[in-house]
């Protein structure tokens, strides 16, 4: 498969230029996925539960383990999603040329924004507000992302399948 060939308006001496068209698509295109990663990290993340004993909540050290997961689901969901869109938009936008990289980083990194704030409002309340919990109860605690760096394997990602498409590309045409 070969990235989209540049349309020449004119008989072939200027390239026609993107249609706006075609960029908010993958941009929303991409928003979705955002929003279907970030209802995806809610489904599959096992975050930490707080236990209820007389003093309040309790976070054991055993189940402090399940923060780490939180995080590393959402980096493997924001790797995948972002590989391939990354992958799916150099083939539809190549005319972009090198513009489709800061295209690509901007659109990744809003996406994963856009997912961290879907798992975090539509996942488990934070702890502290649930109400009505007797003692031995176990409450999930609410999806957090505490670093940049989950956030930052999204654009990477995506331009790993920039470069990746690119590569495969030119490969394909010797």
Request: charged share 15%; glycine share 10%.
């Amino acid at each position: 498969m070969k990235p989209a060939p540049i349309d020449h308006a004119d008989g072939g001496r200027t390239p026609r230029p993107v249609t706006v068209r075609r960029i908010v698509t993958a941009s929303l295109a991409m928003l979705l996925v955002g929003i279907a990663a970030g209802l995806l990290w809610i489904r599959l993340a096992d975050p930490a539960r707080w236990e209820v004993r007389d003093g309040g909540i309790v976070l054991t050290e055993a189940a402090a383990r399940g923060q780490f997961s939180v995080v590393v689901v959402f980096v493997l969901i924001g790797l995948i999603a972002s590989l391939i869109w990354g992958w799916v938009a150099t083939w539809t936008l190549a005319d972009l040329g090198w513009l489709l990289v800061p295209f690509v980083l901007v659109v990744t990194s809003v996406a994963a924004v856009v997912a961290w704030r879907v798992g975090v409002e539509l996942g488990p309340p934070p702890p502290a507000t649930v109400t009505g919990m007797s003692v031995g109860d176990r409450i999930p605690s609410q999806l957090a992302v505490d670093g940049l760096a989950a956030f930052l394997v999204w654009p990477i990602a995506g331009l790993v399948g920039v470069v990746g498409a690119t590569w495969s590309g030119a490969r394909s045409s010797d």
